[in-house]
């Protein structure tokens, strides 16, 4: 279990070592996106780079809140993303994430303090992430050519709620 301070990590994994997958092919994507980590690289190879940081002890409002608010007054939603884009934003800037060029494949892991929110209610706090990611610079674009992929984990954790976000940089190549 990742304690609260351990909020980023950037990993470069390797593309070369026996057993995985080389870059660009099917395989690696599926990797990339499932978020299962290939290894350390050596401090001179190369390789994808993954970034990851923790919202501790959040629930980003779910689909069902954010339509609530888009029809309760037509500023609503806009103050929301306002204010959970900054929420996000800390984060992003407390794991001093580095920019990433495009395309990256992102993994959600939302842990929530009850099992109460649907799985598609909970993913709709992503739009959030992604916003505060462009504005931060982080990613160039929240648009096909820049995501990749993306995927998504749920459970629950009464103690420890949070979300970890993971950004894994997808190396294209010849399959």
């Known amino acids: 279990m990742r ?46 780079m993954q970034q990851s940081f923790t919202i501790p002890q959040q629930s980003f409002p779910g689909l069902n809140e954010i339509i609530k608010a888009a029809k309760a007054h037509p500023m609503a939603y806009s103050s929301m993303k306002k204010d959970w884009g900054e929420v996000v934003a800390f984060w992003i800037r407390k794991a001093k994430l580095k920019p990433m060029r495009g395309p990256v494949s992102i993994h959600f892991e939302w842990v929530e303090k009850n099992g109460r929110r649907d799985p598609d209610n909970i993913r709709a706090g992503s739009k959030f992430a992604l916003d505060a990611l462009v504005k931060a610079k982080i990613i160039p674009n929240d648009n096909m050519k820049t995501i990749w992929g993306m995927a998504d984990s749920y459970r629950v954790d009464k103690a420890n709620h949070r979300v970890v976000v993971t950004l894994t940089q997808v190396e294209m190549g010849c399959d």
Do not use: D, F, N
Not at 23 to 38: D, M, Y
């Open 3 to 48: 304690a609260a301070s351990e909020v980023a990590h950037t990993i470069p994994l390797e593309s070369g070592r026996t057993g995985a997958a080389a870059p660009g092919t099917q395989a690696a994507r599926r990797s990339a996106i499932s978020g299962e980590k290939e290894g350390a690289a050596s401090a001179t190879g190369g390789g994808m």
